[in-house]
């Protein structure tokens, strides 16, 4: 099974940047579609961002278009998700995940974004 570990996250001023990471063990990294994913309090689960295995190809949720970037080192058995102009509405705890996704998932990393 997947071990999933995020980290990144913080508090930033609208229009700010962060680069959230996610770090994985135990398996062959490097064979795994993976996507980041966000929950926001009160609300489900939602999806973000999916990079293939080779990184070849992305692709991103309506809403982070443009702002969002997915990438991976498989040496590093790590997938990036670097975030710009971010706005209040991307507060919410961000997971990453194998796809299809695995029941195990990380403790995932806040991100707050607050003038």
């Known amino acids: 099974q997947v071990q999933l570990v995020e980290s990144g996250g913080g508090l930033v001023q609208p229009g700010g940047s962060l680069r959230l990471s996610c770090a994985a063990s135990?398996?062959?990294?490097?064979?795994?579609?993976m996507n980041w994913y966000r929950q926001a309090p009160g609300k489900q689960r939602e999806w973000v961002a999916r990079?293939?295995?080779?990184?070849?190809?992305?692709n991103y949720a309506d809403s982070v278009r443009g702002r969002f970037t997915i990438s991976r080192d498989n040496a590093q058995n790590t997938v990036y998700l670097q975030m710009s102009s971010l706005k209040p509405e991307d507060t919410a705890m961000y997971y990453c995940?194998?796809?299809?996704?695995?029941?195990?998932w990380g403790q995932g990393t806040q991100v707050s974004v607050s003038s």
């Open positions: 135990g398996t062959t990294f490097s064979i795994w579609t």
């Open positions: 990079i293939t295995s080779s990184g070849k190809t992305t």
């Open positions: 995940n194998t796809h299809p996704p695995q029941n195990n």
